[in-house]
């Protein structure tokens, strides 16, 4: 059983910066792809990266080129770094776990919010 705990979420200008954690509990972290998702309110929850036990990183068209996901196998996190930040990002972020052998995130944070004012 893995669980996630988010943090780093708050009120930022256009164009600033946030730099979101998530804490994760467990022994085998490693074996896990972990992502980030998100929710608008009035909208479906969209995917917004992930990244492989390798460190290979994957993003949503919306964010590539602004926000970088990182992982420390060693200390159980993954983070995202979120720059140039808009409007339209604002929304309720998650992390999750998604077993390496499975197409499905099992496991879910609680969430953490993030706006962004114009």
């Known amino acids: 059983q893995v669980q996630l705990v988010e943090s780093g979420g708050g009120l930022v200008q256009f164009g600033g910066s946030l730099r979101l954690s998530c804490a994760a509990s467990?022994?085998?972290?490693?074996?896990?792809?972990m992502g980030w998702f998100r929710q608008a309110p009035g909208k479906e929850r969209e995917f917004v990266a992930r990244i492989r036990w390798s460190g290979e990183a994957f993003y949503a068209d919306s964010v590539k080129g602004r926000f970088t996901i990182s992982r420390d196998n060693a200390k159980n996190t993954v983070h995202l770094q979120m720059n140039s930040l808009k409007p339209e990002d604002t929304a309720v972020y998650y992390c999750?776990?998604?077993?390496?052998?499975?197409?499905?995130?099992?496991?879910w944070g609680q969430g953490t919010q993030v706006t962004v004012s114009s």
């Open positions: 467990g022994r085998t972290f490693s074996r896990y792809t």
């Open positions: 999750a776990a998604r077993p390496i052998a499975s197409n499905e995130y099992a496991h």
